[in-house]
């Protein structure tokens, strides 16, 4: 009889194994698929972006970006510009660290994990570190004084507003990945992207950049993060 039981025992126990196996195997495969998905769209991203570095090189002052500077400028709305000008500054660098916070310590405490942290801050360091390199070594010149709304100082290509609020919506979304439903990634994909583009056009709005400054501080925040987390794709899993 305690033959029995003991056989009873081991066979349970090696069907939890085995199914603890299989678990860990599901999820080492998922994590991987994360990866290679994020190594894809930053691969995608880095030459999107060399593509519009060139582009600026070439042609500094190409029809393009003219057209758009234009198009944006001349349909501005006078009582809207106030509000474009707050907005647009209420993504400037200590704003856009306030905020970083806020979404570390509230993403978190709902995970119970220290990995946000550590993910959302290396794409808050790493993307506008990046930006402010590419900044100084291509010294693009910003759009004429006399239409600016607000003041700007630095360089032109690439946006540095527009390569922050692409780290922190990516980062955001992809630190809430593992714990949102289905639709409610899409609903929180689509706020953060339409953010992003509220900010990036806000640049515009207010005269201080290009078309493709702007395109090209998406795709640089974007990217970065996107590596950062193909560093770190564990986050985009369950506990």
Request: one cysteine or more.
């Amino acid at each position: 009889m305690a033959s029995q039981v003991a056989a009873l025992l081991a066979s349970d126990t090696a069907e939890r194994v085995d199914s603890m196996n299989e678990a860990q195997a599901r999820r080492a495969l998922k994590t991987q698929l994360h990866r290679v998905r994020l190594l894809t769209l930053s691969s995608f991203g880095f030459i999107l972006f060399i593509a519009l570095m060139l582009v600026n090189v070439r042609n500094p002052r190409n029809p393009v970006d003219q057209a758009i500077w234009d198009f944006f400028v001349s349909n501005r709305a006078g009582w809207m510009d106030p509000v474009v000008a707050f907005f647009t500054q209420s993504f400037n660098t200590l704003p856009d660290i306030v905020y970083s916070l806020v979404a570390i310590i509230a993403i978190g405490i709902w995970r119970k994990s220290w990995w946000p942290a550590l993910t959302i801050s290396l794409s808050m360091i790493l993307a506008p570190a990046a930006m402010v390199v590419v900044k100084n070594v291509l010294d693009r010149s910003r759009p004429p004084l006399i239409d600016r709304l607000v003041e700007e100082t630095s360089f032109s290509f690439p946006s540095g507003h527009s390569t922050g609020i692409a780290a922190l919506v990516v980062s955001v979304y992809l630190a809430m990945h593992a714990v949102l439903s289905r639709r409610a990634r899409l609903i929180v994909g689509i706020l953060l992207a339409l953010l992003a583009i509220a900010v990036a056009c806000s640049r515009l709005y207010v005269g201080v950049h290009w078309g493709t400054d702007i395109l090209a501080g998406l795709t640089l925040g974007t990217t970065v993060t996107c590596l950062v987390y193909a560093v770190f794709p564990q986050i985009m899993q369950r506990k």
